[in-house]
């Protein structure tokens, strides 16, 4: 054997031995990493799939699912499959608080936080409509979509957001630290007592106490329900000025990209033969004047010029209800509502509590197109349980565990 | 891909394996090109978004065999042309009504591309090097070690680095590369995203006390945000570079390093000899000195030569500000780099004059002076970054827009002002106690080093090897339980 071919030996062995070591010493501490976080995950339940969720709660009407927000939209997803509902709520977190009991007699399934862009919307439609599609979609329809910027915000924001999950979303969904989860979860993992419910998921320390009811409403925390506001109407919610409650868009005008997307949605939902309902729930009425009246105004008395305010008439304007009008969707304007002059009404200024959402299916039902696609709800009975609230002072617990 | 996802580290981790494993150039090649290839078609989401990227490189190839054969003028026209082309491809917001190709696609890592296809075109014009072949044109321009955010390494260094013949792989080797890639994931995973979540936290402070009656607040606040958003954007883009400078060590390369301690810097021009150092090198090389050898030749006689070079520094560091994006926000940082470099460079000039060299040097040699000058280089880098991350955010729970107030104003100029003293008051307090620091914890941490058996010499131990697998075990740990989302901000320059 000659010399060059001890070197070439030598070298060989050599790179074998350093790409073993290289490969060991990056895969074993990881797969060590991985199987802790995999006990870790399934001793969370956090292996339980959607499907499997949406079929316990389907199930039993008692059961509320409370866990990461991020996973709301793939349960509710499996659930809306599951329900084929009369009549699906699909949208952003807005629609939240839209009840079953506010729809009787028909079959509802609140699917709010399932999408915040058009785009979104329409793979939720194909989604839910592939066994038998609902008859009625009523979505959210705010000016803000109207944002030329809110697409491209919003579908960064909706890859957080699977439609579907399994561990490898899990794994990488983004949720920040919190040591008190992992830490509850590890010791005390599954079932909780509520008042009315029995929470399954995980504890509320998760994500402050949100969670999805039987009928896919959201129940907030229960400290929202003892808020006191401060200040005045300004003041809702912990904002502290009239500047900071305005619902801003970007832009000048409606983006023509997103009128062209909300095309998509509309055709997509014609060609499925189901009525589509727009509605833009209500913001606080100081947040509305400030649009309404289009001027300077902010928290010491000025605002600037808005741009987000031409937007805004432009939305509110004939043409828009028209062009609404020729795509087949139903619109209901709230914002409005004589109501949203409550602060204590929102669980902050682009949240209506279910006292506001009430309200507004009350308002909602007086358009005579919408109460002719929805002519068997007792809109007497909720008026009724208005009234009730408003003597409860009751903005956020109505319906209770009426489903 | 994203550079910071975990299918990066299984392609990276492949890649350095199979590399190691290749016993010649044309093995390594294809083993590039394949990583390569799959790395820049994971950025697509249909094949159809990769065509404007594709054109670029083939008619960047095309300029390079043209480049070789051209006179000086026609050359500077081919020069312009991929320039316009890359202009247009980014869809630059400062020049209005760029016709659009009408569907998306993608341009990652095209600010470097372009630099990279520029270089080979004036080497090859140049007899530099020779055009090179398609599959090492291929694998210099698209290495998934230095697409996304760089470096920008000479081809000279990347064509020898490829023909060089495999030699052993030793055991330091393996252990420093992992170190670095480590620390660089560290740094990504955890520092830079936390910081990124405090600046956040400090510009929506600042958006929301943006008021008359608060404009010292604001100012501070500003300051704040300002400082803490330097400080994410060093560790996230140092972060890249310590992972994708010890992937290349582990694959058995050597790539350039782009820092060099950017906070010991003097003063700001010595700031950017320290930051992003590859792209200031390519500057000189191919901007500052040919400019200011053609403006000494044509005014040289009439114009003092501290004067053009003024001018040169100005013209270097607006063209830098600009490179890195698309819209206004950039014009004016590079506005204000070419400010920054203007006044240093005549406040250096002016200072020679009025005290000579000799008191000059000596007066630089002073510590008080020293640390004012890093403390004002600081303050204005924090500030000139501004640029680039003021902008609508979302507030804390994502669930709407926080205002951007309105900075090109009187008050925002009176903001600025107040970071920027608030700023160089507070580096210039932190520097000597930093520096004590620093000074009183090094040997502690030499010896917790040697003891961990990381000291020289001590490399091979048993001891060094755990000690890089507990490294590796944290990170990917503190990656799993933090799920943080890091993105390397470079990425979109």
Known sequence: ?403 | MAFESFSFLVLAVAAVALLRLCSNERQRGIVLCVASAIFVASFASRPMELLPLGVFMAAGYGAVLAGSRLGRRSLVVLLGAVIAAFVWLKQYAIIADLPHLGFAYTVVGLSYLLFRILHLIIAAAQGAIQVPGVLSYFNYALSPFTLVAGPVQRYQDFSEQMARPPVAATQEQLLGGLGRVTRGYFYLLVLSEFTRLKAGELKIAFYTDYAWSAWLGAGVHLGAAALVYFVFLYLNFSGYMHVMVGFGRLAGFTLPENFDEPYKAANFLEFWSRWHITVSEWLRTYLFNPLLKALVARWGKRVSSELLAVITFFFTFFVMGMWHGTSIQFLVCGLMLAIGATVNKLWQTEAVRRLGRRRYRALRAKPWYVNWARAATLAYMALVLVCVWFGPELSASGSEVVPTPQILSLFGLMCSVVAFLALLLGLWAAGPIVQGLAGAVSPWLGRLSLRAGLGAGDSQSNAAIAWTAAKVFAVATLAVVLNWSPEVVYKGF
């Open chain 1, 1 to 403: 054997m000659d010399d060059s071919t001890t070197a070439a030996t030598v070298t060989c062995a050599d790179t074998r031995r350093f790409v073993g070591s290289f490969l060991l010493l990056v895969w074993l501490p990881i797969a060590v990493v991985v199987v802790l976080a995999s006990i870790v995950v399934w001793r969370m339940s956090l292996t339980t799939s959607p499907a499997e969720i949406a079929r316990k709660q389907h199930g039993n009407p008692a059961l509320a699912w409370i866990g990461p927000a991020k996973l709301f939209t793939s349960i509710k997803v499996a659930r809306l499959r599951l329900e084929t509902p009369e009549i699906a709520i699909i949208g952003a977190s807005r629609l939240g608080e839209f009840r079953s009991a506010m729809f009787k007699p028909y079959g509802i399934y609140n699917g709010s936080f399932t999408g915040w862009t058009f785009s979104r919307l329409t793979t939720v439609l194909d989604m839910i409509s592939a066994a038998r599609p609902p008859k009625v979609v009523l979505f959210n329809l705010d000016y803000l979509m109207f944002g030329s910027d809110w697409e491209q915000r919003w579908a960064a924001n909706e890859a957080d957001w699977p439609l579907e999950y399994n561990c490898r979303t899990l794994i990488c969904a983004r949720n920040g630290p919190d040591w008190n989860w992992w830490a509850r979860e590890l010791l005390d993992p599954g079932r909780k007592s509520g008042d009315e419910f029995t929470f399954f998921g995980l504890t509320a320390s998760a994500q402050g106490g949100l969670s999805i009811l039987h009928d896919g409403s959201l129940r907030y925390f229960p400290e929202i329900f003892d808020y006191k506001p401060e200040s005045g109407l300004p003041d809702v919610r912990n904002k502290r000025s009239v500047f900071d409650i305005v619902p801003k868009a970007t832009g000048t005008r409606m983006d023509p990209g997103q009128i062209e997307r909300l095309k998509v949605f509309a055709q997509a939902a014609q060609r499925r033969g189901i009525r589509l309902v727009a509605v833009q729930l209500p913001f606080p009425k100081a947040a509305v004047d400030v649009l309404d009246r289009g001027v300077d105004f902010d928290e010491n008395g000025k605002l600037r010029p808005g741009a987000d305010m031409q937007m805004w008439r432009e939305f509110e304007s004939a043409g828009t209800r028209a062009m609404l009008n020729d795509l087949g969707i139903l619109f209901a304007d709230l914002t409005h509502l004589p109501e949203a002059a409550n602060a204590k009404a929102f669980v902050d200024p682009l949240h209506p509590g279910e006292y506001l959402t009430l309200a507004s299916t009350i308002e909602m039902l007086k358009d005579p197109q919408i109460r002719a696609l929805l002519p068997e709800i007792d809109l007497a009975a909720l008026e009724e349980a208005k009234r009730q609230a408003e003597k409860d002072g009751n903005y956020f617990d109505i319906f209770k565990d009426r489903f």
